[in-house]
């Protein structure tokens, strides 16, 4: 059975940085693409990060590109998401997604993930 359990979370400052893991089981961990997607409250369900695991490629929305880093390591099959200078709009709940793939992976679609996690809440206070 595919898990995967996001964590790190939580409520920081304007400015601040958070770090949220995504922890991986029930798959080939270096077979998949694993993304981060936030949604806002009323809003879709954005892109933020992915990184294939086994050619270690990624893709970042242009909303954060430079303030966040995606990495993998693959000995523990968890995906981290370093989130520095973060500002309210980047308050949401962030999810972790994971599809299997050749050697690359996207920020575009939700559509391309078959496998979830719950979601994580971030909130960044003024």
């Known amino acids: 059975e595919v898990q995967l359990v996001e964590s790190g979370g939580g409520l920081v400052q304007a400015g601040g940085s958070l770090r949220l893991s995504c922890a991986a089981s029930?798959?080939?961990?270096?077979?998949?693409?694993i993304g981060w997607f936030r949604q806002a409250p009323g809003k879709a369900r954005r892109g933020v990060a992915c990184?294939?695991?086994?050619?270690?490629?990624?893709n970042y929305a242009d909303s954060v590109r430079g303030r966040f880093a995606i990495s993998s390591d693959n000995a523990k099959n968890t995906v981290s998401l370093q989130m520095n200078s973060l500002s309210p709009d980047d308050t949401a709940v962030y999810f972790c997604?994971?599809?299997?793939?050749?050697?690359?992976?996207?920020?575009?679609?939700?559509?391309?993930?078959?496998?979830w996690g719950q979601g994580t809440q971030v909130t960044v206070s003024s």
């Open positions: 990184i294939h695991s086994g050619t270690r490629r990624t």
């Open positions: 997604a994971a599809v299997r793939a050749s050697e690359d992976c996207t920020v575009r679609s939700t559509f391309y993930y078959d496998y």
């Open positions: 029930g798959f080939t961990f270096g077979d998949y693409a």
